[in-house]
């Protein structure tokens, strides 16, 4: 279709061309218009110095409403409306002409030519009513163009404004999704730290920190292996405390048991461990609480549950109670893991495993913590029992030793009488050690069993050349036989003998005492509740410890002014209790005390 008059004068537009349809309609509407001032007007016009623009297109160019703006759109828009309207009468004439001659062709150009002069007029009156509404000529364009394009009409409050181009309402989407993303960023962020933090606690002898948080565990991540640091002695984490259940009991000798303990509702385990190393177990008997510690004998290549290999012991409060009362499915607290008595693989090229009755259960551990990761080297195990009876996981350690070439095992039966028993007999001599272990001298030992088998088997290889420090022993057993106790011992008062100041029985307990670590020259406060320890941390003052149930002996310091009761105090031997020394883990007072830390 041809374009309207450029100057928009009031008379028909000229005979459209072969164009038609929307195309034709747009190219109308669209088409140069100079306003009568000519192609040539200026800048301020509506054609700029390019030449004349599209009426519509240069209305876009009007970023306000100015009264300059306004004189030049509204002469335009009524020129518009007036030859859109006649264009619209001149269409039907020429309509109601070719209905009288029967002419189709005719009739079809007439109609084209009524809906373009409708169009035509609708654009200036369109433009007049944005005039009279106070409207931009940037909305009046765009509400045209969206009207020849079909297109819904845009929403006021997006016309309203906005910044860059964009309406308010987009605008504040696109904040609140970047607030919803940076705030999900940032939960993942703290979710990573805790994850790694947790990861930290539940390495054993990692660095120790302030925090006092008991976390479970990450259910799959595989056991770490000791730093050299933690091996030599540095302090270890505090161990996970929670409750367990029995889903099983073997009886491995007549008097030992393997209890299987695993997470209460069959959900992931809550902590990992190293090979040797224990957990202590809390039970409640007769009204009164009982803390022993047992050797891990599982493997931590067993993800779902760990076990505790317990010999009734004829004095053993504990474990008379474990294998006379307890029963499968019943829960019993734990406090694990602890100890620095393991091998992992990584500490030395080779292992000799030393031991004597109950004292298998860690060396089982690392045996099976060993060929169940396919540990190249050689595996020596040395076992004294008294008769073969007494030989714990017999059956396991024959297929062990058939299953894997690199893995040795020597029994030896000191009491074989009455038996079909046709190993070795005798006890942890030179000659069976020598026999059994080829150039023990350049190889790592691993030493546990009763404290009088230690002791000789320690004497023993000191005597063939072994150094002390490539021998390893577990330390962590209570002391053995005494009276069965029928009830819970009170707990027990620990004296310096040193400038004692005891507190006078008849003077009120203070509420909250002072503890000063003489070696730190540190000094803090000692709530009734709260023990030496804990007092110590939270001044900063280092002090060694493990298990923190008073089982392993790692927390012993001195006291060497005041008095403290212990709930616990398994690991001090008499002596230490007469030259004033302390588990400051179990360690509490209502008194000042001076402590050698």
Known sequence: MKAPNPTMGAGPPAAPAAASGMGGMMG???????????????????????????????????????????????????????????????????????????????????????????????SGAGALRALEAGQS????????????????????????????????LHVLLMILLGAALTGALWLQWIRARRVGALAERLTPGAPAEPSTAEPAASPGSAPAVMSKAAEAGAPARRPWIGVLRIKAIFD??????????????LGPFPFTFLPGQYATVTSEIDGKKVRRSYTISSSPTQRDYIELTVKREQYGLESRHLHDRVDAGDLIEVAAPAGSFFFTGQEAEGIVLIAGGVGITPMMSVLRYLTDRAYPHDIYL??????????????????????????????????PEGTEWAGS????????????????????????????????????????????????????????????????????EVTAVVDVAVVSPSA?????????????????????????????????????????????????????????????????????????????????SVGDLVVDA
């Open 137 to 168: 000529p940037e909305q009046t364009a765009l509400a045209w163009f969206r009207h020849e394009m079909t297109l819904p009409p845009a929403d006021r409050s997006e016309m309203a404004g906005g910044f860059r181009g964009l309406s308010w």
């Open 425 to 492: 007999v005798g006890f942890m001599t030179p000659e069976f050690i020598i026999a059994a272990v080829p150039e023990i001298v350049r190889r790592r030992v691993h030493l546990c069993g009763p404290p009088a088998m230690m002791e000789a088997v320690k004497g023993v290889l000191r005597g063939m050349g072994v150094p002390d420090d490539q021998v390893k022993t577990e330390n962590f057993a209570p002391p053995k036989g005494g009276p069965v106790l029928e009830t819970q011992p009170p707990a027990a």
């Open 382 to 415: 040395l076992y004294g029992v008294r008769t073969p009876a007494d030989i714990i996981f017999r059956e396991e350690l024959a297929h062990l030793a058939r299953r894997h070439p690199n893995v040795h095992v020597t029994i030896v039966v000191s009491q």
């Open 28 to 122: 109308d509407m669209m088409a140069p218009s100079g306003m009568g001032g000519g192609a040539g007007e200026g800048a301020a016009g509506c054609c700029g110095p390019m030449g004349p623009k599209p009426f519509y297109a240069s209305m876009m160019d009007f970023p306000k409403l100015t009264d300059e703006a306004r004189a030049r759109i509204r002469p335009e828009a009524l020129t518009r409306l007036g030859s859109g309207s006649q264009a619209v009468t001149d269409g039907q004439a020429a309509l109601h002409r070719a209905q009288a001659a029967n002419d189709a062709a005719a009739a079809l150009t007439a109609l084209r030519d009524v809906r373009d002069g409708l169009s035509l007029a609708q």
């Open 508 to 588: 009120p307990p203070s509420a909250q005492a002072t503890v000063t670590f003489s070696k730190s020259n540190k000094s803090g406060r000692l709530a009734p509740d709260q023990s030496v320890l804990e007092a110590a941390e939270a001044i900063g003052v280092a002090i060694d410890y493990e298990c923190r149930v008073g089982i392993c002996g790692r927390c012993k310091v001195p006291l060497r002014q005041g008095s403290v009761s212990m709930e616990v105090q398994d690991s001090l031997t008499e002596g230490e209790k007469r030259d004033g020394v302390i588990l400051a883990c179990q360690a509490k």
């Open 252 to 265: 491995e000798t007549p008097g030992v048991k393997t209890f299987r303990l695993m997470e209460p509702n």
